[in-house]
T-cell receptor, first 115, second 116 residues
Framework: AQKVTQAQTEISVVEKEDVTLDCVYETRDTTYYLFWYKQPPSGELVFLIRRNSFDEQNEISGRYSWNFQKSTSSFNFTITASQVVDSAVYFC????FGQGGKLIFGQGTELSVKP | GAVVSQHPSWVICKSGTSVKIECRSL??????MFWYRQFPKQSLMLMATSNEGSKATYEQGVEKDKFLINHASLTLSTLTVTSAHPEDSSFYIC????????????FGPGTRLTVL
């Protein structure tokens, strides 16, 4: 069975703080894809990143960075110098190869960045 | 590119009526579309997978007679909530998989359904 766990339900930080959102996944597939999405109050999902299971390189995109560790089945997301506009719900998701593209979402982490 | 639209963006209806939600891929062909449901403060739950020209595949626990899905073309899938009841009130989100990018889904903006 596939599963994604985001243990942090809510996180509140003050602007300019760094924050890390945790994501732990379970899968028996050797080939799989991991995603992060942002869902602002408007509700529309915003794609942030996709990683395949064979690429463990960390990625940085501006203030965003991702740490993928297969050894611990984790795909954590860090926002550096957080801003109020980062306030949203963030979802980690998993798609197994051969699963027809189905996405399994974690429970989501609601990030609140206060000025 | 890779834009997905949903119509309507929100709808309020009376209990017992049926509501149709459209999901369109505007600038690409989508052989597969997915329908998700999201209750407030909860995650997205996959309801069904819709493949063009064939019957939809429903996830366990989703009533196929309640949630009718039609994927009539490579750019349009519809979800009809039949005989809607207040417990069907939710945020419905579709996504479309580009026919060339197997592992990437593009999400629509969602439809908020309120059943009175």
């Amino acid at each position: 069975a596939q599963k994604v766990t985001q243990a942090q339900t809510e996180i509140s930080v003050v602007e300019k703080e760094d924050v890390t959102l945790d994501c732990v996944y379970e899968t028996r597939d050797t080939t799989y894809y991991l995603f992060w999405y942002k869902q602002p109050p408007s509700g529309e999902l915003v794609f942030l990143i996709r990683r395949n299971s064979f690429d463990e390189q960390n990625e940085i995109s501006g203030r965003y960075s991702w740490n993928f560790q297969k050894s611990t089945s984790s795909f954590n997301f860090t926002i550096t110098a957080s801003q109020v506009v980062d306030s949203a719900v963030y979802f980690c998701a998993l798609s197994g190869f051969g699963q027809g593209g189905k996405l399994i979402f974690g429970q989501g982490t609601e990030l609140s960045v206060k000025p | 590119g890779a834009v997905v639209s949903q119509h309507p963006s929100w709808v309020i209806c009376k209990s017992g009526t049926s509501v149709k939600i459209e999901c369109r891929s505007l600038d690409f062909q989508a052989t597969t579309m997915f329908w998700y449901r999201q209750f407030p403060k909860q995650s997205l739950m996959l309801m069904a997978t819709s493949n063009e020209g064939s019957k939809a595949t429903y996830e366990q626990g989703v009533e196929k007679d309640k949630f009718l899905i039609n994927h009539a073309s490579l750019t349009l899938s519809t979800l009809t909530v039949t005989s809607a009841h207040p417990e069907d009130s939710s945020f419905y989100i579709c996504s479309a998989r580009h026919y060339r990018h197997y592992n990437e889904q593009f999400f629509g903006p969602g439809t908020r359904l309120t059943v009175l």
